[in-house]
């Protein structure tokens, strides 16, 4: 692994390359952030997806991705004045530096959830109203729901024990069985809502993390398909005309590679 003086060195050879296009190249010079912020959003499920794929290759790539769009967001704020990349490593530093008394200070912790904890109230103490004021309303509402069941922990309002949010899932289960048996649409889905809120609190008690359970769920299920559809090629006889227990046969032999 290379040096401070080699990595420094780096970071500045893209801040050049960034001054260059942002000058020289006609699609880096109109785009705003407006224009970049959907991308930048691709680029961070892209590195999601490599991490989750193992694939350190690509991780590297993607990240290299990302801090690209750091810099580009960094170089359009320094037009207008605003700020430029030292004024967000340096907030990001002193933000690190005030959130750690524990590293910085006298404050004294003795596991990972006292370090959650110091982290909420210190936060309520720079002027947030409310520890959810810092989950992003446009998360993808799984991701939101374990944030927000998070932070909400990280002040003791929590379960103290698996069993009692296993208990939780079952309740919201059996509420949904009985709006399934009403046939009330609009209660049916939100007593849904509730089965899956509780089960992503239950995945935060195992250690689980819901998001990425459910992609590896999906990644799985595709390559499964995937596999069925090969088949179903190698028969020269399309899915639609195969029956279910045809494709079973496949699907199994998939579930056993």
């Known amino acids: 692994m290379s040096d401070k003086t080699t990595q420094l060195k780096a970071f500045e050879r893209l801040l050049i390359i960034m001054d260059e296009l942002r000058e020289q190249c006609p699609w880096d010079k109109k785009q705003t952030m407006e224009s970049l912020r959907h991308l930048t959003i691709e680029e961070v499920y892209e590195l999601g997806d490599a991490i989750l794929d193992k694939d350190l290759d690509e991780v590297k790539g993607e990240l290299g991705d990302v801090l690209l769009h750091i810099v580009f967001y960094s170089k359009i704020g320094s037009e207008t004045n605003a700020f430029d990349i030292a004024d967000v490593c340096h907030s990001i530093c002193d933000k690190l530096v005030e959130r750690h008394p524990h590293i910085y200070g006298d404050v004294k912790v003795d596991n990972e959830d006292d370090v959650k904890r110091n982290w909420e109230q210190?936060?309520?103490?720079?002027?947030?109203?409310?520890?959810?004021?810092?989950?992003?309303?446009?998360?993808?509402?799984?991701?939101?729901?374990?944030r927000i069941q998070d932070k909400v922990a990280g002040v003791g309002f929590d379960w103290e024990q698996p069993e009692q949010v296993f208990e939780k899932v079952e309740e919201e289960l059996a509420e949904l069985k009985?709006?399934?048996?009403k046939g009330n649409q609009d209660a049916i889905e939100s007593e849904f809502g509730d089965v899956l809120f509780s089960m992503i609190n239950y995945a935060?008690?195992?250690k689980v993390n819901p998001e990425n359970a459910l992609e590896r769920t999906n990644k799985k299920f595709m390559k499964r398909f995937q596999y069925l559809e090969s088949k179903s090629k190698e028969l020269n006889k399309p899915l639609k005309?195969?029956?279910?227990?045809?494709?079973?046969?496949?699907?199994?032999?998939?579930k056993s590679i």
């Open 204 to 206: 935060r008690f195992l």
């Open 122 to 146: 210190l936060k309520l103490k720079e002027g947030k109203k409310s520890v959810l004021e810092g989950v992003p309303k446009s998360l993808p509402a799984m991701v939101k729901a374990n």
């Open 178 to 181: 009985s709006e399934i048996t």
């Open 241 to 254: 005309d195969m029956t279910l227990s045809e494709m079973d046969v496949f699907w199994e032999e998939a």
